[in-house]
């Protein structure tokens, strides 16, 4: 497990610019969080990073999925705040990202579904910031997690 303190918009970015850094096909990262907590920031900054800074990256509450072409891998935004049910994931594509990244605002509302091998972001808005603890689930996040903390 790593804490982060982020004191803006910009440090909750550039924390996703850095994951992104060490990202693989196949990987999950769960984003958890009340609403304004920095969730969508940081997927803007992960994807920014892979893409290029110049690259839209809009919030998926309504569509619930954005697709971006990265150079090395596909990668789903998935947010689920509006799912009412869990099996509405298969609607979304939720099966054909094993080749690519998975970005998932409002786990919870995968249920079952999400996969025990993920990187969990706990963000939580903290004085005048955010504060984030990420926790790795499964083989092979937590070294990858203190290459990118470090």
């Not at 689920?80 to 990244?101: H, I, K, S």
């Amino acid at each position: 497990m790593q804490i982060v303190d982020l004191g803006s918009e910009d440090d909750t970015r550039a924390l996703g610019a850095r994951l992104a850094k060490h990202l693989k096909p196949a990987d999950v990262i769960a984003l958890h969080g009340d609403l304004a907590a920095g969730k969508t920031t940081l997927v803007r900054g992960l994807i920014q990073a892979l893409l290029g800074p110049g690259e839209e990256v809009p919030s998926p509450t309504y569509t619930l999925v954005q697709m971006y072409d990265a150079a090395d891998f596909p990668v789903w935004h998935f947010d689920l705040y509006r799912l009412e049910n869990p099996d509405g994931v298969f609607e979304l594509g939720w099966d054909e990202t094993q080749a690519g990244v998975a970005l998932i605002e409002w786990p919870d509302r995968a249920g079952h579904y999400l996969p025990a091998r993920r990187l969990d972001v706990f963000l939580e808005i903290s004085g005048e910031g955010r504060r984030a603890r990420l926790e790795p689930a499964g083989k092979g996040w937590q070294e990858r997690l203190d290459e990118c903390i470090a």
